[in-house]
């Protein structure tokens, strides 16, 4: 762009933000003196309309009944009168429910017009509740402009709270329409003015423009001859002495570059190879004046000073706009000037960003040649790493060596204590431990007596004085100390380390911005209502037991750094170990002290106990054994050679010989027994049949364990063996009994319902009959094809009810043996979908497990029991809902769940709703599910039902997969009913 065209544009630029300022002030000004009188008028009317209502109107509201209609008409029409007498659009008031539900508590009617029922209702949801959103924040007086549907309009939101602290908002508006022309009259006027303004000062820079251009075009060319090497061109500029000599100086100036160019270029790649090695070094270089202010620095110090700029940037300013000093600056800068040189020189600082580094600096004091001026050189080497593992270091060395002198733990807990408040400088500090099921304050300094009765206990207690605890029989543990403790923290919130401490620079700013959600549960807040602003808590525990806590308080602000967290969190762990070790060795002393004792008290009872022992297994029919696994030695009690029929005097008993004596079918189970109790831990038992030397068999109950030498290997075997064929046998007879009981039971109930199931075929064929009658009647020429339709489908469907009653029935009261063979679970459930009538307003889902291809059943039965389950679904949602049909293997058993949405049955009644006659349909007769319950009976599996009212029920259904049954107990097959 030319130099003419610059100025130019450099004026008309200046003379457009000028007029567009003014313009801007001018029209802001008349607004606001024109709105100025408006908002005063619509505060005052917001106020009068909240002052005007009932004393008690908005403490008395809870919910849209609250307010009468007649009271809340003649609140609507009270506001329309004053709206109209003050010229006023609207007048109301609100409720804030929360911030997305904002519902009206008085209104006015738009046209004032009471008779057209336009106005808001009490309680209706405002449309616009994000209108309100600067008025809840700021709890004043919020003033607005907006547009509708009558032109521009100006409102005011008046907010207050009541005694509960709900937010009300009082509203009035008014039509400015006037006010809007008027502000775009004086707009205009104003606009067209500066436009005036700006055409003058367009003619007025092209005046000046010409007479600034011409020797700047020339000086223009010079630079341009100069940079491009031809420095033999001349410049003469007539007019002002200045401009004659600017000349002559230029023209020197093109010889003398013309003749420093050839040294510069030799310097120039010297100078870009050295600059690349300081940009790129870790170490910081930089020059600065005695003044302190910068000259020149390299990359590596922007690095050090944690400063993302380039070094351009910071030449010309001082050093102390860059960093902040920590050591006293005067003391470097005095010893530079006495030594005119510093050699290894560390001093700390803080960087802009607030961090705090260690420096190591040599600087040489030098004179620049071309100024003679005395500059610093210097080079700085960040060694804040180094000096921070240092000081943690002997730190870390100073603790240990304090905790390894203490001989209990009450010394060293002391020591601890008065270490840690050496080293924080903090006012209070407090080492909770466990103590039975409580962590009190073992150890503290700086708390009052009255914050330590206080908060000495962190137990959760009922009215009762009862200890709170939780699902799994822990005590529940109170306050943020309680949630370190129990390790309830969560590490994405800044106030949590990953460690599982707690840390705050400020309560009271931390209470104020989060949630007791945030925290992990509710806080007591002792700690800010004694004043304190800086609290630490730091976990004591090792990987199976939780120990107590470390707690650091300070009325101050802002002591603590995550840095310093972390390095006391490094130390709990030495405490905590020392802790464990302390308490192991206790512990091992009173488990000495107990055994001793015990030792001397079983000395004498094992002779007694020995006696006793022969006693009982004579009395209880129990014998033992044990065998030595590397010797194969065999002992046997004269008890268990009895029950095996084995002579008393048989001294040769081995592990063979028992298991000679064992049933032979029963042997290898026997034998499978005792190979588990060799390779675990834990005792094993089971049940297997001997055989006597006169061939009766009996029932025995053993029950296997090892015990292991110093390797961990096993190397003792011993057992138990109980003869429980009485109780084996009174088990077959009282399951004898109660298969005839139940028998019995059924065909008497069966009795009870031919009465029912006559009753109610009688009313099914007496509509049948009528239906028919009526079809009869209506079968002519003129017959209407739909009345036809109708009586043949009641035919049909009375048929059909008439049939499943029967069906039931035979089913429930036939003795049917289950016909067994593979069924197809997926194929059997897609079969009485099929040919359900599945509603429309039914959704239906389906989930197997591909392995559930087939199970062994009675495929009729199976049939009759999910046809009879999904019709109760379906007839429990007649407003529609889903029913869901899933299975699964549970162990060795199959679980098919078919679940409704449905009404539901009331928990009372859900015992009863397998039994024969009981129904919770009006016009159910109650034989469906005790169908069900008998079908699963002889499948040898167990049907249940779960229901909540207005959440549907659900019917679970276990059959065994295999279904091989175990009927040697009475030798007969099992029958339904």
């Not at 008046?158 to 009259?185: H, L, Y």
């Not at 026997?670 to 009766?696: C, F, H, Y």
Request: with cysteine; glycine share 6%.
């Amino acid at each position: 762009m030319k130099i003419q065209t610059r100025i130019i544009t450099t004026m008309m630029f200046s003379l457009i933000i000028l007029t567009v300022i003014a313009t801007t002030v001018v029209y802001l000004y008349s607004k606001a003196h024109l709105l100025s009188d408006i908002d005063a008028k619509l505060l005052k009317w917001a106020n009068y309309a909240r002052i005007t209502l009932p004393a008690d109107y908005h403490d008395k509201i809870t919910d849209k009944n609250s307010v009468s209609s007649e009271d809340y008409y003649e609140i609507v029409s009270k506001n329309s009168l004053r709206c109209r007498e003050m010229g006023l659009q609207y007048l109301w008031s609100v409720l804030v429910i929360n911030p997305q539900k904002i519902v009206f508590t008085t209104s006015t009617s738009p046209s004032k017009d009471m008779s057209k029922q336009d106005y808001a209702r009490f309680f209706d949801v405002h449309s616009d509740p994000d209108a309100y959103r600067e008025a809840i924040r700021e709890m004043k007086p919020v003033f607005s402009t907006f547009k509708n549907e009558w032109g521009y309009g100006r409102m005011v939101l008046v907010p207050e709270q009541d005694s509960q602290g709900r937010i009300f908002i009082f509203g009035a508006s008014v039509d400015i329409n006037e006010i809007i022309s008027a502000q775009k009259k004086i707009f205009m006027i104003t606009l067209f003015s500066c436009l005036i303004f700006i055409l003058f000062g367009l003619v007025y820079s092209i005046f000046i423009s010409r007479i600034i251009s011409k020797p700047i075009v020339k000086l223009n060319a010079m630079g341009s001859y100069i940079s491009e090497g031809r420095y033999d061109e001349k410049i003469v500029l007539k007019g002002a002495t200045e401009l004659e000599n600017l000349s002559s100086v230029i023209n020197a100036m093109s010889r003398k570059i013309k003749e420093d160019m050839k040294e510069l270029k030799n310097r120039e790649t010297e100078g870009k190879q050295y600059k690349r090695m300081l940009d790129y070094s870790g170490d910081g270089i930089y020059k600065y004046d005695l003044n302190g202010k910068i000259l020149s620095l390299n990359k590596g110090m922007l690095r050090i000073l944690d400063l993302n700029c380039e070094p351009e940037d910071l030449i010309g300013k001082e050093i102390k706009d860059a960093m902040i000093y920590i050591n006293e600056i005067g003391t470097l800068r005095k010893q530079l000037l006495e030594k005119g040189e510093l050699h290894d020189y560390e001093y700390q600082f803080k960087t802009l960003k607030g961090v705090t580094r260690w420096i190591l600096l040599n600087a040489l004091l030098v004179t620049e040649q071309n100024t003679n001026e005395r500059i610093i050189e210097a080079h700085a080497q960040d060694i804040t790493e180094p000096k921070k593992l240092l000081e943690e270091r002997e730190s870390s060395l100073e603790f240990l060596k304090l905790v390894n002198e203490s001989e209990n733990i009450t010394e060293m807990i002391k020591a601890t204590v008065t270490y840690i408040q050496k080293e924080t400088t903090c006012e209070a500090i407090g080492v909770r431990l466990k103590k039975n099921e409580d962590f009190p304050y073992f150890e503290y300094r700086g708390f009052s007596d009255e914050f330590i009765h206080l908060e000495n206990s962190l137990c959760s207690c009922n009215a009762e004085g009862e200890i709170l605890r939780d699902a799994s029989g822990n005590p529940v543990l109170e306050c943020m100390c309680g949630n370190i403790i129990s390790g309830r923290f969560d590490p994405s919130k800044p106030f949590f380390t990953e460690f599982g401490s707690f840390w705050a620079n400020s309560t009271t700013r931390l209470l104020s911005t989060t949630t007791e959600a945030d925290r992990q549960s509710k806080t007591r807040n002792r700690c800010n209502g004694e004043g304190y602003e800086s609290v630490a808590l730091i976990p004591l525990f090792s990987s199976s037991e939780r120990y107590g806590l470390i707690q650091i308080n300070d009325h101050r602000k802002d002591m603590f750094s995550l840095e310093k967290i972390t390095f006391w969190e490094h130390l709990s762990q030495y405490l905590s170990i020392a802790i464990s070790k302390f308490k192991s060795e206790e512990k091992l002393e009173e488990y000495n002290a107990r055994l001793e004792e015990t030792i001397s008290q079983r000395t004498e009872q094992l002779k007694i106990s020995q006696e006793r022992l022969l006693l009982a297994e004579q009395v209880s029919h129990v014998g033992t054994f044990e065998v030595n696994l590397e010797t194969r030695e065999t002992f046997c009690s004269d008890e268990l050679k009895k029950i095996y029929g084995i002579q008393l005097s048989d001294s040769n008993i081995t592990l063979d010989s028992l298991e000679g004596c064992i049933f032979s079918e029963d042997r290898s189970k026997a034998m499978n027994l005792i190979k588990q109790a060799i390779n675990s831990e834990n005792p094993v038992e089971g049940e297997w049949r001997i055989s006597l030397p006169d061939g009766t068999l009996r029932w025995i109950l053993g029950r296997f364990q090892t015990i292991q030498n110093d390797s961990g290997r096993p190397y003792i075997l011993t057992g138990v063996h109980i003869d429980i064929t009485d109780h084996k046998e009174a088990e077959v007879r009282f399951m004898n009994s109660q298969n005839q009981l139940k028998t019995a039971e059924k065909f008497a109930a069966l009795g009870k319902m031919a009465g029912m199931v006559a009753h109610e075929l009688r009313n099914t064929m007496a509509s049948i009959n009528s239906a028919a009658y009526s079809l009869k009647m209506e079968i002519n020429e003129k017959t209407k094809e739909k009345k036809t339709i109708k009586y043949i489908r009641i035919i049909d469907d009375e048929i059909a009810a008439s049939n499943h009653i029967i069906s039931n029935i035979l089913t429930y009261g036939k003795t049917t043996e289950a016909k067994l063979r593979n069924v197809n679970l997926k194929e059997l459930i897609d079969g009485i979908i099929n040919i359900s009538k599945i509603y429309s307003n039914i959704t239906l889902e389906c989930a197997f497990n591909p392995e559930l291809i087939e199970f062994v059943a009675d495929p009729v039965l199976m049939e009759h029991l999910f046809g009879n389950l999904i019709s109760n679904s379906m007839e429990a949602m007649p407003e529609g809902g889903i029913l869901s049909i899933s299975a699964l293997i549970n162990n060795l058993d199959l679980e098919i769940r078919i679940k409704d949405t449905g009404s539901g049955i009331k928990e009372d009644l859900l015992p009863k709703v397998f039994d024969l006659g009981f129904s919770t349909k009006s016009n159910g007769i109650g034989i469906g599910l005790a169908v069900c319950d008998a079908i699963v009976n002889a499948h040898h599996g167990r049907i249940e039902v779960k229901s909540e009212i207005n959440k549907g029920t659900e019917f679970i259904i276990t059959l065994p997969i295999n279904n091989k049954r175990d009927l040697s107990y009475d030798g007969k097959k099992d029958t339904i009913g």
